[in-house]
């Protein structure tokens, strides 16, 4: 069974500093792209940064420079420490794990439960 559990998640202040974690287990994480979402309410979910196998990163451009995506494979976790935070950070954050060649967050990726980001100004 696979099961994706996030947390670190909570309530910083602008400025601040959350980091995120995403236990993965039921999977062969290296042979998974990992990628963090988030959701804020009444908006779609957003793709925020994504890790290959290889280690290349991608993000989305609202959190470039300020975010950062890692993944140990000996601990199949993967992160997210998240820097200089806004309040359009807020929202639920979750972990998905695509595994090759699927793409992120397609019907074929898992997710987890998600852990909520409040960012107050």
């Known amino acids: 069974q696979v099961q994706l559990v996030e947390s670190g998640g909570g309530l910083a202040q602008a400025g601040g500093s959350l980091r995120l974690s995403c236990v993965a287990s039921?999977?062969?994480?290296?042979?998974?792209?990992m990628g963090w979402y988030r959701q804020a309410p009444g908006k779609q979910r957003e793709l925020v940064a994504v890790?290959?196998?290889?280690?290349?990163?991608n993000y989305a451009d609202s959190v470039k420079g300020r975010f950062t995506i890692s993944r140990d494979s000996a601990k199949n976790t993967l992160y997210l420490q998240m820097n200089s935070l806004k309040p359009e950070d807020t929202g639920v954050y979750y972990c998905?794990?695509?595994?090759?060649?699927?793409?992120?967050?397609?019907?074929?990726?898992?997710w987890g439960q998600g852990t909520q980001v409040t960012v107050s100004s």
């Open positions: 998905n794990a695509a595994p090759i060649p699927y793409e992120q967050g397609s019907s074929y990726s898992y």
């Open positions: 039921g999977i062969i994480f290296s042979i998974h792209t």
């Open positions: 890790i290959t196998i290889g280690g290349s990163t």
